[in-house]
């Protein structure tokens, strides 16, 4: 008898928690690139520190096709970096160099698969880390 009401429970708390990651995600993103993919975060930019700004310019040229200008994420195309899934406790910067080396498999998110991303340095990647890591600290993810 108490199994139906378990499976109810479970099954509520499933349902309330992916409306509440969809409204999250309906909710704040203005669209930064007029007639562009939605955002889906909205993103404070900070006063970036010569070294982010020069890992903005590489995120620019290579990720924000996919993860929006601001790391905002694109509906339909990439997800936001300037989330707390991608906090240095959870995805560390090493994450960050495997992705753009060897692309990664979709594990949070339903855009697929990442493809490595050619032609950029484990400079330029480093220089892209401390773009996101000062947005995040930014937007209160530490």
């Known amino acids: 008898m108490k199994r139906p009401f378990l499976i109810g429970v479970a099954g509520g708390a499933a349902v309330a928690a992916g409306l509440g990651g969809w409204l999250w995600l309906q909710s704040p993103g ?35 096709q996919c993860h929006g200008t601001r790391a ?9 970096l300037i989330h707390p899934i991608y906090e240095p406790d959870h995805h560390g910067d090493y994450a960050f160099l495997r992705a753009a080396r060897q ?35 930014a937007n209160g993810i530490r």
């Open 72 to 80: 905002d994420g694109r509906e339909g195309l990439g997800p936001p």
């Open 103 to 137: 692309g990664v498999r979709a594990h949070h998110w339903r855009f697929g698969d990442m493809a490595p991303v050619p032609g950029v340095s484990t400079a330029d990647i480093a220089s892209v880390v401390r773009f996101v890591r000062e947005v995040q600290r």
């Open 30 to 64: 203005a669209d930064v690139e007029a007639g562009g993919p939605r955002a889906l975060v909205q993103v404070e930019m900070p006063r970036l520190s010569p070294q982010a700004e020069a890992g903005q310019a590489v995120f620019s040229d290579n990720c924000a």
